[in-house]
T-cell receptor, first 109, second 113 residues
Framework: GQNIDQPTEMTATEGAIVQINCTYQ??????LFWYQQHAGEAPTFLSY??LDGLEEKGRFSSFLSRSKGYSYLLLKELQMKDSASYLC??????????WGAGTKLIIKP | IAGITQAPTSQILAAGRRMTLRCTQD?????MYWYRQDLGLGLRLIHY???????GKGEVPDGYSVSRANTDDFPLTLASAVPSQTSVYFC????????????FGQGTRLTVV
């Protein structure tokens, strides 16, 4: 079967760094997406990885290892507005997105 | 219209009633999707359409139907609502192929009583 695993909840301090992990087992792989979803709102796109390595975009970076079926989202210089759920999704062999349940990130002052 | 729009934003529905959730996009995306999001379960695909005139079943299609008469519109119909269909429903669209991010509507919060 297809499976995406990520922690249910994480807590971090304002100004710190946090790493949210995602492991996956899917039928085929055509890329991995990270989305941010604030409470009561729609998910919004953060990053896309299809090759191994690190993609950096401002305070956010995303890493992929296809051989390990593993990705992480790294958030630096955390701000209170980063409190949200972070969703990992894998595009399978049919380009359908398989979604993880999301990681709720709580930022404390 | 800018992006992808859903209607209504929320609805309370009596069990057994028929309901259509509307979704319209103006980005000329080929693919459209309907998801439901329940606490602890993440986004689950109900139905999808890769291009106008075609539809497919997702992970949880039972009790739902869709149509794709044109590129822009992708309505979702609950023929006879049941309480287990209480959820937040998101419509999304994307281009097809690699590196195609999905754009989401603002969601419809549906409560079946």
């Amino acid at each position: 079967g297809q499976n995406i695993d990520q922690p249910t909840e994480m807590t971090a301090t304002e100004g710190a760094i946090v790493q949210i992990n995602c492991t996956y087992q899917t039928s085929g792989f055509n890329g991995l997406f990270w989305y941010q979803q604030h409470a009561g709102e729609a998910p919004t796109f953060l990053s896309y990885n299809v090759l191994d390595g690190l993609e950096e975009k401002g305070r956010f970076s995303s890493f992929l290892s296809r051989s390990k079926g593993y990705s992480y989202l790294l958030l630096k210089e955390l701000q209170m507005k980063d409190s949200a759920s972070y969703l990992c999704a894998v595009s399978d062999s049919n380009y359908q997105l398989i979604w993880g349940a999301g990681t709720k990130l709580i930022i404390k002052p | 219209i800018a992006g992808i729009t859903q209607a209504p934003t929320s609805q309370i529905l009596a069990a057994g009633r028929r309901m259509t959730l509307r979704c319209t996009q103006d980005m000329r995306h080929n693919a459209m999707y309907w998801y439901r999001q329940d606490l602890g379960l993440g986004l689950r695909l109900i139905h999808y359409s890769n291009t106008a005139g075609t539809t497919g079943k997702g992970e949880v299609p039972d009790g739902y139907s869709v149509s794709r008469a044109n590129t822009d519109d992708f309505p979702l119909t609950l023929a006879s609502a049941v309480p287990s269909q209480t959820s937040v429903y998101f419509c999304a669209s994307s281009d097809t192929g690699e590196n195609t991010e999905a754009f989401f509507g603002q969601g419809t919060r549906l409560t079946v009583v």
